[in-house]
């Protein structure tokens, strides 16, 4: 049964979400919240409508279509070929008002967690960062539960009845989801708002060349102070490679020069939800565990049997990872044929 | 050219968290309250820009939150920032993210500030939402998680380098702008005890929800979220320890994690 929640004589029952796209690449995590919009739009009684927002989006338009959205809203402009903050929250602004919709997701990586702040007050809205369950509660608000305090607690957020409600959604909570395809399509021009240029992207580097990033992965082979250089790394490099992994690193393995900033875990690393995190010569202090423990499984490689990561750990090996990660590559690769 | 930069005080990351029996809130007595880490490295941005530009006239450090909050900008001013902003009241604790940044647009709009700085996100909500909501509600533009920054010679624009998913954008702004920090920009210098004495004597000024213009209608429109509910995190079930020589060992975890935990 639909709920009647209509509470602003011009919002809609909707749930628009936004599908994050780079260079015609639909991010993974926008499939995935396609299963969240839908479950709310059964309750709302409105339909699921994707927002795309870049130059040339076909393939991204197309692989969203073929979740199951029931319209698709593009802003394709030259000027958004890269993301900006300024020119995407206007965008998707724009977006907004013309569908007025009750509630917007946004995957919460890199892009979603910057241009959802600025959407949010641009647009007068209530938000909530990374959030990993959401419903519509008795009174007809958005009540959404996301990790506090670097994963050691959660918490429910509330949002007020009468308003907008915005929420980026934690990558690889929710399965990828699927439909029939041929949504309806509009395309909304994109109408720049004065000092919308005033962000100049000179340059999009890739870091680490081919190798994927922590963000990114599946599954991440992750490296301690251990490790002791940077050439030993190759080990984990190799075992990464038979897995389709990205590689991570401790602090101390970042600090100590074994490999960049760019691939810490942590607290003040990235922080990484990836199906399987296998954690080799780390011993798992607290400001570690900060970004990872939202892995589904994980491994510990460890000499010392009382080292806290195996607190956390689903599966771990008490061993020397000089030993171990060859025996496990060797075996994944056996398997592999 | 003035430099503000907010600064905001969490939990220490080695905090255990307990839940307060009515589950609404977590037990804060006794715990440990820091500068949020990725503040200390706006902080120490801000204080070198000061330190090795001639026009970089002075940099503020702002702060809302309880008297004992005051701890984490006189932090601030060891470190080297010239001044102190303290907005306290208690009408300002139950305001979100968005509100606070609607309370410090208020505040700092018309203070002639060129480049504000503040961490990406805290550690103790880690919402991130606070620098972008507010460079939105100054109409300025922001970059958000920098690892590098640089400031034009003429004063008047910079060069960041912001990381995004395996990759680093360098993006060039005019300033007025704001920027959120990431780790790698810089490390917070350790406050020496004399600088720690020097900045008892440096100027804060403590603001009222009676002195800020538009209060309380400013936080009004928008946000007005709330946190209930506090729980501990799902327990994990026990984990597998697996013995033997390595090789044995590394045979039944790939095992495992194919047969059971389906996860290669
Ligand atoms: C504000 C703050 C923020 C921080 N942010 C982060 C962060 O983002 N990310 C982060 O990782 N840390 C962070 N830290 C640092 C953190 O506290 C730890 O110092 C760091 O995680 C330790 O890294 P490690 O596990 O690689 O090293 P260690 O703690 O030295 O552990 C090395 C482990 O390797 C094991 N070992 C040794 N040899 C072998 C071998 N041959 N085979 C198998 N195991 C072996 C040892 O038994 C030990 O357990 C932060 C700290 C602070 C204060
Ligand atoms: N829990 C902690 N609290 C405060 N400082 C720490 C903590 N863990 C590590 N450090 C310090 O952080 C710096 C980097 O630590 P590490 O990552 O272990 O190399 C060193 O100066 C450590 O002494």
């Known amino acids: 049964m639909a709920t009647s929640l209509e509470s602003s004589p011009t919002m809609t029952n909707d749930i628009l979400i936004f599908a994050e796209q780079r260079n015609d690449k639909l991010h993974p995590a926008a499939l995935q919240i396609v299963t969240p919009a839908k479950a709310l739009a059964a309750k709302t009684g409105g339909q699921v409508v994707a927002c795309v927002i870049g130059d040339t989006v076909d393939a991204a338009v197309g692989a969203i279509d073929r979740a199951g959205v029931q319209a698709i809203v593009t802003v394709r402009d030259a000027a958004l ?38 959407v949010a007050a641009r647009t007068q809205a209530g938000l909530a960062t990374d959030v990993v369950e959401l419903k519509i509660g008795e009174d007809g608000a958005l009540d959404v539960r996301r990790p506090v305090y670097n994963g050691k607690a959660f918490c429910h957020v509330a949002f007020p009845k009468d308003r907008l409600a915005i929420a980026s959604v934690r990558p690889n909570t929710f399965p ?21 240029e005033r962000i100049n992207i000179q340059e ?31 080990l984990l490099f190799e075992l ?11 602090r101390a393995a970042c600090d100590a020069g074994y490999q960049p900033h760019s691939r810490q875990v942590g607290l003040t690393g990235k922080t990484v939800t990836p199906v399987l995190y296998i954690a080799c010569g780390i011993s798992g202090a607290i400001q570690h565990l900060a970004g990872m423990r939202g892995s589904k499984v994980i491994v510990a490689i460890n000499t010392d049997k009382e080292a806290p990561i195996f607190k956390l750990a689903d599966y771990g090996i008490v061993g020397d990872l000089f030993k171990v990660v060859p025996a496990l590559t060797a075996e994944v690769r056996r398997l592999k044929g | 050219m003035k430099v503000l930069v907010i600064v905001r005080q969490v939990p220490d990351s080695t905090t255990n968290i307990k839940i307060r029996p009515d589950k609404q809130d977590i037990d804060r007595a006794g715990v440990k309250m820091v500068v949020n880490p990725f503040d200390e490295f706006a902080i120490e941005q801000a204080v070198q820009l000061r330190e090795k530009r001639q026009d970089v006239t002075g940099v503020t450090a702002l702060i809302v939150g309880p008297a004992a909050a005051g701890e984490a900008l006189r932090t601030a001013l060891a470190v080297g920032c010239d001044d102190g902003l303290h907005l306290q009241d208690p009408a300002f604790d139950a305001l979100d993210e968005l509100q606070l940044a609607a309370l410090i647009a208020t505040v700092v709009k018309g203070g002639g500030y060129d480049l504000i700085l503040i961490g990406k996100q805290e550690i103790d909500l880690d919402s991130g939402q606070l620098g972008p909501a507010l460079a939105e509600l100054l109409d300025l533009p922001h970059v958000g998680a920098v690892v590098k920054f640089e ?18 954008e360098v993006v060039q702004v005019n300033l007025p702008a704001l920027v959120t920090a990431d780790k790698g920009l810089c490390e917070m210098r ?12 440096k100027p804060v000024k403590v603001m009222k929800a009676a002195d800020v213009p538009g209060w309380p209608a400013i936080a009004g429109h928008l946000g007005g979220t709330k946190l209930h509910t506090f729980q ?18 590394a045979k039944e975890l790939v095992r495992l994690l194919r047969e059971e935990a389906k996860v290669i």
Request: charge should be positive; hydrophobic fraction near 40%.
């Open chain 1, 204 to 234: 999009v580097a890739r870091a680490g060349g081919e190798i994927k990033d922590v963000t990114e992965a599946d599954v991440i082979v992750s490296g301690g102070r251990a490790l002791k250089n940077e050439d030993n790394f190759r």
């Open chain 1, 81 to 118: 070929a890269n993301y900006s903050a300024l020119r995407y929250r206007t965008a998707l602004a724009a977006v907004i008002a013309k569908r007025q919709p009750r509630v917007v997701l946004l995957p919460a990586t890199f892009m979603g967690r910057d241009l959802a702040p600025r």
């Open chain 2, 232 to 249: 501990p995190p799902p327990e994990r079930p026990p984990g597998k320890l697996l013995d033997g020589e390595p090789d044995q060992a």
């Open chain 2, 151 to 168: 400031l034009a010679a003429d004063g008047k624009s910079f060069v960041a380098r912001r990381r995004i998913e395996g990759a680093e």
């Open chain 1, 240 to 250: 990464a490679k038979e897995l389709d992994a990205a590689v991570g690193a401790s």
């Open chain 2, 190 to 201: 350790y406050p020496s005890l004399p600088n720690l004495m020097k900045a008892k004597k």
């Open chain 1, 176 to 196: 990828a989801a699927s439909g029939p395809g041929g949504a309806p399509r509009e395309n909304l021009p994109y109408a720049a708002t004065p000092g919308d």
